[in-house]
């Protein structure tokens, strides 16, 4: 059984930093692309980043630059370090082994001074 488990959100102040986790079990993580994405209430979910399982890293325009997706295979974790944070990235946020449709329960980020 897959679970996948975010934290490290939290209340930021305008040009703050938080990093997200996600750890993941059941499932063979190294072997897989993983996705944050975010979702706000009332919408859709939409992809932040993802990260190939060879490194390869891609973006939202909205977030380039601001944010940094990585992950350690050893640990079954894949992060989001966002900084720069702007009232807009306020939203729940997901990671997802891509295209599985497995979910976890999500990470709250709000911003606001």
């Known amino acids: 059984q897959v679970q996948l488990v975010e934290s490290g959100g939290g209340l930021v102040q305008p040009g703050g930093s938080l990093r997200l986790s996600c750890g993941a079990s059941?499932?063979?993580?190294?072997?897989?692309?993983w996705d944050w994405y975010r979702q706000y209430p009332g919408k859709e979910r939409e992809l932040v980043a993802g990260?190939?399982?060879?490194?390869?890293?891609n973006y939202a325009p909205s977030v380039r630059g601001r944010f940094t997706i990585s992950r350690d295979n050893a640990k079954s974790t894949v992060y989001l370090q966002m900084n720069s944070l702007k009232p807009e990235d306020t939203a729940v946020y997901y990671c997802?082994?891509?295209?599985?449709?497995?979910w976890g329960q999500g990470t709250q980020v709000t911003v606001s001074s």
């Open positions: 059941g499932i063979i993580f190294r072997q897989w692309t």
């Open positions: 990260i190939a399982n060879f490194g390869t890293t």
């Open positions: 997802q082994p891509r295209g599985t449709g497995y």
